[in-house]
């Protein structure tokens, strides 16, 4: 089945800086990659996705690369700003169900 | 509003007791998830649904039932069986879940403690 590893399990960085979370999935099927940003005792929010006929995909501050040969996608958040502080998931599936990373941590310094 | 709404938000139940988990949606979709988060786990997932009076077993299904009698209701019960059931519980929907695969949204997350 489909495994999502992900990397780092903690980031920070200063404001204005930017920050690169990464991750690798096993299953060539998966053609489907969200990512969503959760805030403490909330559910989790979808913040950008990317589907695998896709290689970069922008939202403002936001942007997701896909590598398909290599199975790996980013997250890239420019400007930080210390309201991107929370958890990070990211999520690769096929045939409708997803499998998530282990997350992300970021904290954003003013 | 369109959401999904689960309830209670806090869950306390006494060893050896059943609970149910209430996750409900009025966004008009097919499928319905239920995720347990532990803390370094992620999101792993205990059952699905993909259409209404259909369900299936996710990855830690053991010690967890559930039923889908109408499609906007996908309530978990949490059994005795279940060994370590303290933890954050997600309900989760989708447009259609066997197709293609989409957006999840979650709902808030109701926190269980069991004493």
Not at chain 1, 29 to 38: D, G, L
Not at chain 1, 83 to 105: H, M, P, R
Not at chain 2, 37 to 62: C, M, T
Request: charged content about 20%; proline content about 4%; glycine content about 8%.
């Amino acid at each position: 089945g489909e495994n999502v590893e992900q990397h780092p399990s903690t980031l920070s960085v200063q404001e204005g800086d930017s920050a690169v979370i990464k991750c690798t999935y096993s299953d060539s099927a998966s053609n489907y990659f969200p990512w969503y940003k959760q805030e403490l005792g909330k559910g989790p929010q979808l913040i950008i996705d990317i589907r695998s006929n896709v290689g970069e995909k922008k939202d403002q501050r936001i942007a997701v690369t896909l590598n398909k040969t290599a199975k790996h996608f980013s997250l890239h958040i420019t400007e930080t700003q210390p309201e991107d502080s929370a958890v990070y998931f990211c999520a690769g599936g096929s045939q409708g169900n997803l499998i998530f990373g282990k997350g992300t941590k970021l904290s954003v310094k003013p | 509003d369109g959401g999904i709404t689960q309830s209670p938000k806090y869950l306390f139940r006494k060893e050896g007791q059943n609970v149910t988990l209430s996750c409900e949606q009025n966004l008009n979709h097919d499928a319905m998830y239920w995720y347990r988060q532990d803390p370094g786990q992620g999101l792993r997932l205990i059952y699905y649904s993909q259409i209404v009076n259909d369900f299936q077993k996710g990855d830690i299904a053991e010690g967890y039932s559930v039923s889908r009698e109408k499609k906007e209701s996908f309530p978990l019960t949490v059994t005795s069986a279940q060994k370590n059931p303290t933890a954050f519980y997600l309900c989760a929907s989708s447009i259609q879940g066997a197709i293609s695969t989409n957006e999840q949204f979650f709902g808030p997350g109701t926190r269980l403690t069991v004493l």
